[in-house]
């Protein structure tokens, strides 16, 4: 399928955002103290949809491989982790500040910003501007451990998930039955001082990161690494992202990371462009050779007859981005029953809501008493909701929003021979099916291959 240059759809990030804030998924943080810049607070749905990105994330690269084990590492580690993994030295961006505006700036992004007194202009472009030389900003957040604040007691909120993978490579080897090309994953928080943060979940300063890192021979490592991509481009296919938005683009040498003999980025065509979603790098030995040598400790593979340092291929995720990019994905407008409907067309797996059941007038109590032991048994195998208020229109726009794959409609024909409507929230079609197999029905379509969209 032909990739695109351009983003054309209906979805933009402030439509998406407002959705999200109108349906419960995602609210600005603090809102009520005017917000804080880059942070949000995830509602009822993102928390279900966040979950899900998780879980699916969860099920491919641990649950249904037999050569990856889990972890969860605190976020706060010994301040030596980040000296070792270069980040203390190394994790800044180059800043410039104004002295006229007093606003500060990316040095590198200098084209991407704008001007705080001609905002048509980018910095630096006004005989006003009047820039101070590059320096360079570390992007960690520090914090201190214990009552006294000094040098000693400096730590910081880890940037990524990968180090704390790294700094148990050695109890991990001695504990689980792991010989390598295996894997360590991990899911949890990373904060970093973002200078340009923006666009809505795309870049906070507090996100949540997918990463494992796969430890092989090292003449192995290419091979991987190019697995690695593959795989990790057909999770997201497989979940419905469509083919025509989503790319490899490898790393010009230029731009590797001080860590990285190669890396590709999965990029999707957001609404503001071609962006990173997920990076797979080939680490090589650094990682380990580091901390082995700041720590002291053998950081390496010993087996019967070999004895080396893993090379490291790591896909790097964020659930955030990846939800982020789902609901642009799956968001569109058009026409339901001749009115004009916003809905996520979300893959069933990754709706927050599976199923409603909705009796056709609310309140007809022959139609409840079929309607709520069909919701209360469904609710035990799948996130369902029950909703009798509204019309029946108004009710169906409200799950198409929040995209809800499947509603099911109890009416009277139903009191007549047990049958029920099930409404595909895509097609909009109807079908009748019997209210005894309902739950089967769902289960197995929820678990069917998914049809790519064009
Ligand atoms: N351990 C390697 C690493 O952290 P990265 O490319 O800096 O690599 C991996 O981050 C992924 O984490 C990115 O592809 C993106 O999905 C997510 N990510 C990074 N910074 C982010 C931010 N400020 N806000 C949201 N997601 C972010």
């Known amino acids: 399928m032909g990739q695109l240059e351009q983003y054309q759809g209906p979805a933009t990030i402030e439509k998406v955002a407002a959705l999200a804030r109108r349906r419960a998924f995602v609210f600005?943080?603090?809102?009520?103290?005017?917000?804080?810049?880059?942070?949000?607070?995830?509602?009822?749905?993102?928390?279900?949809?966040?979950?899900?990105?998780?879980?699916?994330?969860q099920r491919a690269m641990v649950q249904e491989r037999e050569d990856v084990v889990l972890l969860d590492s605190a976020i706060i580690l010994h301040p030596q982790v980040w000296v070792a993994s270069g980040h203390v030295g190394g994790f800044s961006d180059p800043l410039v500040d104004c002295r006229t505006c007093k606003l500060r700036f990316r040095a590198d992004k200098l084209e991407d910003a704008h001007c705080g007194r001609k905002p048509s202009k980018h910095p630096g472009e006004t005989p006003d501007c009047d820039l101070t030389d590059a320096r360079q900003f570390n992007l960690m957040f520090e914090t201190s451990i214990g009552p006294v604040r000094d040098d000693a007691s400096l730590a910081y909120l880890r940037p990524e998930t990968a180090q704390g993978i790294f700094v148990n490579f050695k109890n991990v080897t001695s504990s689980m039955r792991v010989k390598p090309p295996f894997g360590i994953a991990q899911i949890g928080k990373s904060f970093r001082n973002e200078i340009t943060p923006g666009n809505f979940l795309f870049r906070m300063r507090e996100f949540e990161q997918m990463e494992m890192e796969f430890f092989v021979p090292p003449a192995d490592a290419d091979a991987w690494y190019r697995e690695w991509i593959e795989l990790r481009r057909r999770w997201y296919l497989d979940l419905g992202l469509r083919e025509s938005h989503l790319r490899v683009r490898a790393h010009e040498a230029t731009e590797l990371s001080h860590y990285s003999s190669g890396t590709s980025d999965l990029e999707y065509?957001?609404?503001?462009?071609?962006?990173?979603?997920?990076?797979?790098?080939?680490?090589?030995?650094?990682?380990?050779?580091?901390?082995?040598?700041?720590?002291?400790?053998?950081?390496?593979?010993?087996?019967?007859?070999?004895?080396?340092?893993?090379?490291?291929?790591?896909?790097?995720?964020?659930?955030?981005?990846?939800?982020?990019?789902?609901?642009?994905?799956?968001?569109?407008?058009?026409?339901?029953?001749?009115?004009?409907?916003?809905?996520?067309?979300?893959?069933?797996?990754?709706?927050?809501?599976?199923?409603?059941?909705?009796?056709?007038?609310?309140?007809?109590?022959?139609?409840?008493?079929?309607?709520?032991?069909?919701?209360?048994?469904?609710?035990?195998?799948?996130?369902?909701?029950?909703?009798?208020?509204?019309?029946?229109?108004?009710?169906?726009?409200?799950?198409?929003?929040?995209?809800?794959?499947?509603?099911?409609?109890?009416?009277?024909?139903t009191l007549d021979d047990g049958t029920i409507t099930i409404r595909d929230r895509d097609s909009l079609a109807q079908e009748r099916i019997s209210l005894e197999g309902a739950r089967s029905l769902l289960l197995d379509r929820l678990h069917a291959p998914w049809a790519p969209r064009a």
């Open 269 to 413: 065509l957001f609404p503001i462009g071609w962006s990173e979603l997920e990076g797979i790098a080939n680490r090589g030995d650094f990682d380990l050779t580091q901390h082995a040598q700041h720590s002291g400790a053998k950081l390496e593979w010993i087996g019967h007859e070999e004895r080396y340092v893993p090379h490291v291929i790591e896909p790097a995720a964020g659930a955030d981005r990846a939800a982020l990019a789902f609901l642009v994905d799956a968001y569109d407008e058009d026409v339901a029953a001749g009115e004009s409907r916003t809905v996520l067309r979300l893959h069933p797996r990754l709706a927050p809501v599976k199923a409603a059941v909705l009796p056709l007038v609310g309140k007809d109590s022959g139609l409840v008493e079929k309607a709520r032991p069909l919701y209360e048994d469904l609710r035990r195998v799948m996130p369902a909701e029950y909703d009798d208020s509204a019309s029946i229109g108004k009710r169906y726009r409200r799950q198409d929003e929040i995209g809800t794959p499947w509603a099911l409609t109890i009416d009277h024909q």
């Open 28 to 57: 600005p943080s603090s809102d009520i103290y005017g917000g804080l810049g880059s942070s949000y607070d995830y509602g009822h749905y993102g928390v279900l949809l966040k979950q899900n990105v998780k879980q699916e994330w």
